[in-house]
Nanobody, 127 residues
């Protein structure tokens, strides 16, 4: 069992930056692919970014490419989402998720593939 706890959300002006963190419990974190998703009010959950367990592969939604960066530190059991040049349309609850598939280089943008989810952290970008 893995528990995920997100932090780092908040209120920021357009053009500003935030860094989200997702701390994971469990010794197998280093073998999990990780992802970030978000859900805006009245909308469905959408993929933001994903990273393989070794950090060799990353994937981003087109809407965030060049502005958001996913990374991880397996020694700290933590995955990060650096968010720069934020826009009002980035306003959402952000969730991290873990996928137990341990294949080298594996990552996915499909939320149905993820096994564990955090509770989410709110990001609000004002115009």
């Amino acid at each position: 069992q893995v528990q995920l706890v997100e932090s780092g959300g908040g209120l920021v002006q357009a053009g500003g930056s935030l860094r989200l963190s997702c701390a994971a419990s469990g010794r197998a974190f280093g073998t999990y692919a990780m992802g970030w998703f978000r859900q805006a009010p009245g909308k469905g959950r959408e993929f933001v970014a994903a990273i393989s367990w070794s950090s060799s592969h990353t994937d981003y939604a087109d809407s965030v490419k060049g502005r958001l960066t996913i990374s991880r530190d397996n020694t700290e059991n933590t995955v990060y989402l650096q968010m720069n040049s934020l826009r009002p349309e980035d306003t959402a609850v952000y969730y991290c998720a873990a996928d137990r598939v341990g294949t080298i280089g594996y990552y996915t943008r499909y939320d149905s593939r993820y096994d564990y989810w955090g509770q989410g952290t709110q990001v609000t970008v004002s115009s």
